[in-house]
């Protein structure tokens, strides 16, 4: 018989199935075996019944252990005791790869599941996590093909800094040095010259000394470039993006958002609403008056101030215009009030987490000589990135998204290192 999964099984509901799979759970007696079975799409409840099976088939069945890899054979009913609702009889198994003593147990350290990410993968929690990362990834691929961008890759060595130079990784380059990349974004600005709208998804690195649960030293960010655009069409292309990949999430992978203790509904009842819009100074009144939290202009806003602010928005925020004296060199200034740099931050209701960031890119190369002078840095080695502004430059912006934080947000995670596959922050680079 043709092998199926859990999931084609459950929906089956009945008859005989053929399933193969990891043992996930297993008790029993002299006389039965109970094994929950998981395979990638789901876990099912099984019984071997030693008068079913044969005295020495059910020793061999007595002896399995957690993680063991099994093939079998039986028929499926519905049983409302089983964790799914239906149980297999088997008739006939074998064991493909015995299991060791499975050291990945209930209540251990977030430290040994870090040790152990490899096995720790295998949990339905991990596993349901990795689901939705995928579907939001792929979500994402056909937005930007349905909205005629072409993807365009970029170096991940680069010979420059491009977020601030106490960040970078430097990398040993043959007799040279070089950086790991911190964003595509350089490059995506010379791109956009030759084809327009482009994206991107990557991995970005970022050597912040932080250990707090919203940093990685690795990730993976989502980038997006297009001419002609302003600040506020890439502020509302961000909000048109996000909407449109949760909503993907959420038809494909419902059953993994519950799973993870989330509500699939009051997720997308969220999409459907308008996400605000407002301005990095009216930030500072709302948390002063209804927080009392005091920041002086010219600021950053820190988690403290992200999270105040976020506990009055039920979706996410777009605030817009921070400081131009906190911000990146390639983030223009405004033509009306000069200290407010055409930029902004897409902040996720609750946390408060950052989980976009863009900005229209200035067009001034004066100026953006002098901020990178101020920042340490030595104008002649972006003399690349300034030939675009030679040469028929146009009005662009662009914004990453931070993938990671925006699974941990939608996932409801404490710690954004369960939102990819093998973290890397300041103290892990293994396994």
């Excluded at 209930?106 to 949990?123: C, G, I, K, T, V």
């Excluded at 040279?176 to 690195?205: D, H």
């Excluded at 059953?255 to 301005?279: F, H, N, S, Y």
């Excluded at 902004?344 to 987490?353: E, H, I, N, Y």
Aim: hydrophobic letters at 35%; charged letters at 35%.
């Amino acid at each position: 018989m043709r092998f199926i999964s859990i999931k084609e099984a459950l929906e089956k509901k009945s008859g005989k199935v053929s399933l193969r799979g990891w043992v996930h759970r297993e008790r029993g007696s002299s006389k039965f075996k109970f094994v929950v079975l998981r395979d990638s799409t789901n876990i099912i409840q099984c019984i071997i019944k030693k008068d079913k099976v044969g005295e020495e088939l059910f020793d061999i069945a007595d002896k399995l252990q957690v993680e063991t890899s099994l093939e079998l054979h039986g028929t499926l009913k519905e049983d409302e005791r089983a964790p799914t609702g239906y149980e297999v009889e088997v008739n006939q198994f074998e064991v493909i790869g015995e299991s060791d003593k499975f050291p990945i147990g209930a209540d251990q350290s977030r430290e040994f599941l870090d040790d152990n990410r490899h096995l720790w993968l295998r949990s339905r929690k991990m596993t349901a996590i990795m689901k939705i990362r995928s579907t939001f990834v792929q979500a994402r691929e056909e937005f930007f093909k349905s909205e005629k961008f072409i993807r365009f890759d970029a170096p991940i060595l680069q010979p420059t800094q491009s977020e601030g130079g106490s960040t970078v990784f430097e990398v040993k380059y043959y007799k040279a040095k070089s950086y790991l990349a911190q964003t595509w974004q350089l490059y995506g600005e010379a791109g956009v010259f030759a084809l327009e709208k482009i994206y991107n998804f990557g991995p970005t690195f970022r050597a912040e000394k932080s250990k707090t649960t919203r940093h990685l030293s690795e990730f993976w960010m989502a980038e997006m470039e297009a001419a002609w655009f302003d600040l506020k069409d890439v502020s509302e292309f961000a909000k048109k993006e996000l909407k449109y990949c949760i909503q993907q999430v959420i038809k494909e992978r419902s059953e993994d958002l519950i799973l993870l203790g989330q509500d699939p509904k009051k997720l997308l009842a969220m999409t459907k609403k308008e996400w605000p819009t407002i301005k990095y100074r009216e930030v500072l009144d709302i948390i002063k008056k209804k927080d009392n939290i005091s920041v002086k202009f010219g600021k950053d806003l820190r988690t403290e101030e992200e999270k105040a602010i976020m506990q009055h928005y039920d979706a996410p925020l777009i605030v817009t215009h921070y400081p131009v004296e906190a911000m990146g060199f390639y983030k223009p200034r405004d033509s009306e009030v000069s200290d407010e740099a055409l930029c902004f931050d897409m902040l996720a209701p609750g946390t408060g987490v950052e989980i976009v960031g863009g900005s229209q890119r200035s067009l001034d190369v004066k100026d953006m000589e002098d901020r990178l002078k101020a920042d340490g840095e030595d104008p002649k080695d972006y003399e690349w990135y300034f030939d675009s502004r030679k040469y028929g430059s146009v009005p662009h912006s662009g914004y990453g998204v931070g993938t990671e934080r925006v699974i941990a947000w939608i996932c409801g995670l404490d710690n954004i290192k369960d939102a990819i596959p093998f973290p890397r922050t300041m103290g892990r680079y293994t396994p």
